[in-house]
């Protein structure tokens, strides 16, 4: 009789605490919105979100380097337009000062205003994406341009064939890039090196007599410059339709990932709540019953 007494009683008592653990557990997910907070409790299913997270992370940095080079590009368009439009100005400043009619004190006037311009061109192709310089291929920490005290303008950034600049945007994607002045300009010792034909542009125009050949023979550089950075532009929005369609691809997989490590982190709350209402009827049914078995049980049970 002892035996049976201690029996139920043990039952009903270990009832009520697995109830009650039971419901506490849902009770606790909810609170916390987690399946589970310890390793220990789902291994398998922690071991795919570790996974998942480490993904999510490598994915949020590819995104991130996206978002930097496709500013980049914007900038290096825009910079370009500008340019372009400082260019137009110079070569309708040369047609006018190639015109017969030009006296020596106009043309320097012109020239005047085309140093203006060509200092502002010089200061454009200097710009720096944060801390790099855009224009310098892959010598960003060079300033591509610099002028010494008689005028002369020298390049200091890398060849077109020095290499590329390199970004990891997808998972085995990289995106390769380099824009150097010397692309549009020439270098220093080029044939078509828009810096040096302006400074001889420049000592034309100041000439006490006017050669207005010479002078409309520096169109041509012109030309080449406005072509070179239309085929820059090109490039540059070829870039950002590449960057866009990695950007999308990416997004479309952390969502996918996303997902996936929130049906196995998070808890489902509607399904939570179920198991709660369920949780609570075990619950209060273990109460009913060890309160019918243990105040059914009394000391003489036990004598």
Known sequence: MRIATSTMTNMA?????????????????????????KMSENPVD????????????????????ITAATNEMDLVYDTLGSVTDEISAINSLIVEASNATT??????AIANEIKQRVN??????????????VFSGTYTETQPYT?????????????????????????GETFSYNFTGEEI??????VNDFFSQMKELDELLNADTLDYDAIRDKLNILDTATKNITQMQGTVSAYVSKLDSAKDANTDTITKLTE????????????????????????????????????????????
């Open 147 to 171: 002028v010494d005290d008689d005028g002369n303008t020298t390049y200091n950034g890398s060849s077109k064939e020095a290499g590329k600049r390199n970004l990891t945007i997808a998972e």
């Open 13 to 37: 008592t270990g009832s009520i605490n697995n109830a009650y653990e039971s419901y506490l557990n849902i009770l606790n997910k909810i609170a916390s919105n987690k399946n589970f907070t």
């Open 260 to 303: 996936d490590r929130v049906d196995l982190e998070e808890v489902d709350i509607i399904k939570a709540a179920s198991d709660l209402a369920s949780a609570q009827t075990a619950l209060q049914a273990s109460y009913l019953l060890g309160t019918t078995v243990l105040g059914s049980v009394s000391l003489l049970d036990y004598l």
């Open 185 to 190: 300009f020439g270098t220093q010792d080029g």
């Open 103 to 108: 006296t020596p004190d106009s043309a320097k």
């Open 46 to 65: 922690g071991s795919k979100i570790l996974k998942l997270k480490e993904q999510l992370s490598k994915l949020e940095l590819y995104q991130s380097n």
């Open 120 to 133: 502002s061109i010089r200061d454009k192709m200097n710009t720096k994406y944060m801390d790099n310089y």
